[in-house]
């Protein structure tokens, strides 16, 4: 049962265009929202989180929307750089419950092209 | 430098044999997390210590095992060892939560790619 799910296996995008890379969810109880990056050979990074009483977060080049009604976030880059070229994993927690646990997607590979 | 390390880097063994998986988490971090991820998957959460206690446990098989210690390091026992076993592993480490407080997300270590043959 795949709570959380990327679509989209991969991404190509030309340099300072924008990136757009969603996820959708099917536990209602998921409350808390995240965005990891993950380069090879490393582990991944927190990029950006979104708490579902917002519907919007930004830090810097990175925003976050939420969607709540249709269980759908996103993440937008802009403009894209071509050291932003990693996998993305979106991941979901249900802070009532889950003690910190989180669920992830598959993830998206997303290059950026000079 | 992520502050959580994890060893080995590397491990290949052989079928129906053992292995364990050392992770340190972040100083000052009480809570490890342990995740899988096999090809094309993505991460595959097994199991959580908060404080030397079991916190949650996810997919994880009945031939894995894992423990934390007093000085809060962690290790995952692997045992019965079979080639779909095959696959990153990854330890996290959080700041303390508890239930309804604030996730703000954890660190990864830098993982331990088993390859089983």
């Known amino acids: 049962d795949q709570q959380v799910k990327q679509n989209s296996p991969s991404l190509s995008v030309q340099e300072g265009r924008i990136s757009i890379l969603n996820c959708d969810y099917t536990n209602s109880m998921f409350d808390y929202f995240l965005w990891y990056k993950k380069y090879p050979a490393e582990g991944p990074t927190f990029l950006i989180s979104?708490?579902?009483?917002?519907d919007k977060n930004e830090d810097g080049r990175f925003t976050v929307f939420l969607n709540k009604s249709a269980k759908h976030l996103s993440l937008h880059i802009v403009p894209s750089q071509p050291g932003d070229s990693a996998v993305y994993f979106c991941?979901?927690?249900?802070?009532?419950?889950?003690?910190?646990?989180?669920?992830f997607g598959q993830g998206t590979i997303l290059t950026v092209h000079p | 430098d992520s502050g959580v390390t994890q060893t080995p880097k590397h491990l290949i063994t052989a079928t129906g044999q053992r292995v364990t998986l050392r992770c340190s988490p972040r100083?000052?971090?009480?809570?490890v997390y342990w995740y899988q991820q096999s090809l094309d998957q993505g991460l595959q959460f097994l199991i959580q210590y908060y404080n030397g206690e079991e916190r949650a446990k996810g997919n994880i098989l009945e031939r894995f095992s894992a423990q934390q210690f007093p000085d809060l390091h962690s290790e995952l026992n692997l045992s019965s060892l079979e080639l779909g076993d095959s696959a990153l592993y990854f330890c996290?480490?959080?700041?303390?939560?508890?239930?309804?407080?604030?996730?703000?997300?954890?660190?990864f270590g830098s993982g331990t790619r088993l390859t089983v043959v």
């Open positions: 996290a480490s959080s700041v303390p939560n508890s239930p309804g407080g604030p996730n703000y997300g954890y660190t």
């Open positions: 979104i708490s579902s009483i917002k």
């Open positions: 991941a979901a927690s249900d802070s009532g419950t889950s003690y910190g646990k989180l669920t």
């Open positions: 100083s000052g971090d009480l809570s």
